[in-house]
């Protein structure tokens, strides 16, 4: 496939997906989440990979959603961004060969989002994770709550504070934190062990995984949110969190809530 976003590599029995709008900061929309999902099936068809990199070129792995992209989107188009990032999501959690995030730079919001969904991740050392979507006006609600637990979880989602690759380390967010010369070091090791392991007994320890979760309710949870109050982005505080990010300055938020028919 020719893809715009991302650039997808296969050598060795790894398929390497690169995010490649450092420009944008590899921020997420429509066309991104279906590259990223295209990508990720056409690994799983390859019989020779066994094993998926995701990684990003620049200095961001991802800002998470484009902003640009959904202050102007309508309701309608906003919708199918979030069931596209969730179906992005879904794809790369329940493949069937393991893969591993490479986190050069900060992963945001969607960009954390992206870096749980994967199976072993490791990230420089001068890395952030946050969840920001509180400040964007929207929520983020329950996430990581299965990974880091609820206490975490509400610090990350509730404050949408950054921490550093050492803590995400530490509160079991990622695997590994290291110097960033150091990255490619630790994919290749891991990349030679899974490439040594049986793949049916990879693909089904990955399948076991996600019944553990899915019986946990974690997928309902994921179901659930799609329908939990989406107009959040067109309500006063929604679109002047955006407002705000584009102009440079600080928000004013009021905390009334719009009718979704008075406009975008």
């Given at each position: 496939?020719?893809?715009?976003?991302?650039?997808?590599?296969?050598?060795?029995?790894?398929?390497?997906?690169?995010?490649?709008?450092?420009?944008?900061?590899?921020?997420?929309?429509?066309?991104?989440?279906?590259?990223?999902?295209?990508?990720?099936?056409?690994?799983?068809?390859?019989?020779?990979?066994?094993?998926?990199?995701?990684?990003?070129?620049?200095?961001?792995?991802?800002?998470?959603?484009?902003?640009?992209?959904?202050?102007?989107?309508?309701?309608?188009?906003?919708?199918?961004?979030?069931?596209?990032?969730?179906?992005?999501?879904?794809?790369?959690?329940?493949?069937?060969?393991?893969?591993?995030?490479?986190?050069?730079?900060?992963?945001?919001?969607?960009?954390?989002?992206?870096?749980?969904?994967?199976?072993?991740?490791?990230?420089?050392?001068?890395?952030?994770?946050?969840?920001?979507?509180?400040?964007?006006?929207?929520?983020?609600?329950?996430?990581?709550?299965?990974?880091?637990?609820?206490?975490?979880?509400?610090?990350?989602?509730?404050?949408?504070?950054?921490?550093?690759?050492?803590?995400?380390?530490?509160?079991?967010?990622?695997?590994?934190?290291?110097?960033?010369?150091?990255?490619?070091?630790?994919?290749?090791?891991?990349?030679?062990?899974?490439?040594?392991?049986?793949?049916?007994?990879?693909?089904?320890?990955?399948?076991?995984?996600?019944?553990?979760?899915?019986?946990?309710?974690?997928?309902?949870?994921?179901?659930?949110?799609?329908?939990?109050?989406?107009?959040l982005p067109y309500t006063e505080d929604g679109r002047e969190a955006k407002r705000a990010f584009l102009e440079k300055r600080k928000p004013v938020f009021t905390g009334r809530i719009t009718a979704p028919t008075e406009g975008r």
């Amino acid at each position: 496939m020719n893809y715009e976003t991302l650039i997808y590599e296969s050598k060795d029995r790894i398929a390497t997906i690169t995010l490649n709008r450092p420009e944008r900061r590899n921020a997420l929309d429509i066309q991104v989440c279906r590259e990223i999902t295209a990508a990720m099936r056409q690994a799983e068809a390859d019989k020779d990979v066994l094993c998926v990199v995701l990684t990003a070129n620049g200095p961001v792995f991802c800002a998470g959603q484009n902003l640009k992209f959904t202050m102007e989107a309508d309701a309608q188009l906003y919708d199918e961004y979030r069931r596209t990032n969730r179906a992005m999501r879904d794809t790369i959690q329940t493949l069937d060969k393991p893969v591993i995030a490479r986190i050069q730079g900060d992963a945001i919001g969607g960009g954390t989002y992206i870096a749980s969904c994967c199976d072993l991740v490791v990230a420089a050392e001068h890395a952030r994770f946050a969840m920001r979507e509180i400040q964007a006006g929207v929520q983020s609600g329950g996430a990581h709550l299965f990974s880091i637990g609820r206490v975490r979880s509400m610090q990350m989602n509730l404050l949408g504070q950054p921490i550093d690759a050492k803590t995400a380390e530490r509160w079991n967010l990622i695997n590994r934190a290291v110097p960033a010369e150091e990255l490619d070091s630790v994919v290749e090791e891991w990349t030679s062990i899974i490439l040594e392991l049986p793949p049916l007994g990879v693909t089904y320890t990955k399948k076991s995984m996600n019944l553990l979760l899915q019986m946990a309710g974690y997928f309902a949870w994921l179901d659930a949110q799609l329908g939990l109050h989406p107009n959040l982005p067109y309500t006063e505080d929604g679109r002047e969190a955006k407002r705000a990010f584009l102009e440079k300055r600080k928000p004013v938020f009021t905390g009334r809530i719009t009718a979704p028919t008075e406009g975008r």
